[in-house]
């Protein structure tokens, strides 16, 4: 004897929480991974507006990673039970404690990586900063960390997230931390490639945390489909954010910024492209997707088609394409310029959320025979 379990909105059992933290975490490993790459330019070239997007990237990941698990704590029964997860489950077959493991590699490096980079008097990238921009902006004194030129020679007046540590009286102990704890550039970088694993793994969960597992009860979530969407929405959207925060506080668009945004240009239309063939192709490669699909382009049309992908992608896209152009062609101005960034980002993230959150509201659970 059989009972059936039929979960028809699952949203209602996951609840938006889980979509914000699907969003989050996945921000945050593309973010990683979009700084680590930023950074190994920088160390090869010696520039420092790469090693600015680095630094800027690193933050998000951060962030996102500060934000997004504890949303998803607050939604479950017993939160202290999920923080113990690295320490109580040891199935390793299990994406639930894959991710858990893969969240707190992350967690170490983005955080290492980040002080590494943005406090100390002897950061990488800073002092080729000061020049850059003293050369750049014609002698105005404006440094790449948001602060004067002479912060980045280890000068204690300071502005940017430096400037918010000294107002607290903690810039001196961190910078000391900073520089005690780092280690020569190279095994900096052999362990920045490190914690890109567990980033690369964190974006691949973003996509598994959907739980569709071995039996394969929302077709939807077809991760040949989910994958590529959860991949490339990633790298685009924290690339993107990165670029926002180092054309605002640092003021100096430029080739660099155009360079990183023709990149998250690319990134975003493959996620575009990713979520085409989905909505295309799924239902003939798994018909049992055909309802989900449908949820999408009917009931979710207005999050899925306007939010996610004409304002989450398109918008930010053509954005980033005027902002490169009309920079290059010396027809918008610096303050158009940087606007155009920021509100490519701000509309990328706000999209990035809203697909995490539609992909739920949209799945049709299989029922599950269960033995009574």
Do not use: C
């Not at 962030?63 to 109580?88: D, Q, Y």
């Not at 964190?202 to 969407?229: C, D, H, I, N």
């Not at 295309?280 to 018909?287: F, S, Y």
């Amino acid at each position: 004897m059989t009972a059936e379990i039929v979960f028809n909105e699952p949203i209602t059992e996951w609840g938006w929480k889980v979509g914000v933290y699907v969003a989050l975490i996945g921000i945050a490993g593309g973010a990683y991974l979009a700084g680590y790459a930023a950074d190994v330019v920088s160390y090869r070239r010696g520039s420092a507006g790469h090693g600015a997007i680095a630094k800027w990237a690193y933050l998000v990941g951060l962030g996102g990673l500060v934000i997004g698990p504890p949303i998803l704590l607050s939604h479950l029964a017993t939160p202290l039970r999920a923080m113990l997860i690295p320490l109580t489950m040891t199935n390793l077959g299990s994406w639930m404690t894959i991710g858990a493991y893969m969240l707190g590699g992350l967690g170490i490096g983005s955080t290492l990586m980040f002080l590494w980079l943005a406090f100390g008097t002897e950061r990488p990238h800073a002092r080729a900063a000061g020049r850059e921009s003293a050369v750049a902006d014609g002698g105005r004194d404006v440094a790449s960390d948001g602060g004067p030129a002479r912060a980045a020679t280890g000068d204690r007046t300071v502005g940017g997230f430096r400037g918010v540590a000294d107002r607290v009286g903690l810039l001196g102990a961190v910078d000391s931390v900073a520089d005690v704890t780092r280690p020569s550039e190279k095994t900096r970088l052999l362990l920045g490639a490190l914690f890109g694993v567990f980033a690369a793994g964190v974006l691949l969960y973003s996509a598994m945390a959907y739980g569709e597992g071995s039996a394969q009860r929302v077709a939807l979530w077809e991760k040949t489909f989910l994958v590529p969407v959860q991949i490339f929405s990633g790298l685009g959207v924290g690339l993107v954010t990165a670029l926002a925060l180092a054309a605002v506080f640092d003021r100096t668009p430029g080739a660099v910024l155009r360079t990183y945004a023709t990149a998250a240009v690319g990134l975003l239309g493959a996620t575009a492209l990713a979520l085409a063939a989905t909505v295309v192709l799924l239902p003939g490669q798994r018909p049992a997707a055909t309802a989900g699909v449908e949820n999408l382009l009917g009931t979710h049309a207005l999050a899925f088609v306007g939010v996610s992908v004409v304002l989450g992608l398109l918008v930010p896209v053509a954005l980033l394409v005027a902002a490169v152009l009309g920079e290059r062609r010396g027809s918008l101005s610096e303050t158009a310029v940087v606007s155009s960034y920021v509100t490519a980002a701000a509309l990328a993230t706000v999209g990035k959320v809203t697909l995490a959150i539609t992909y739920l509201m949209a799945a049709e659970f299989a029922p599950m025979p269960l033995p009574v």
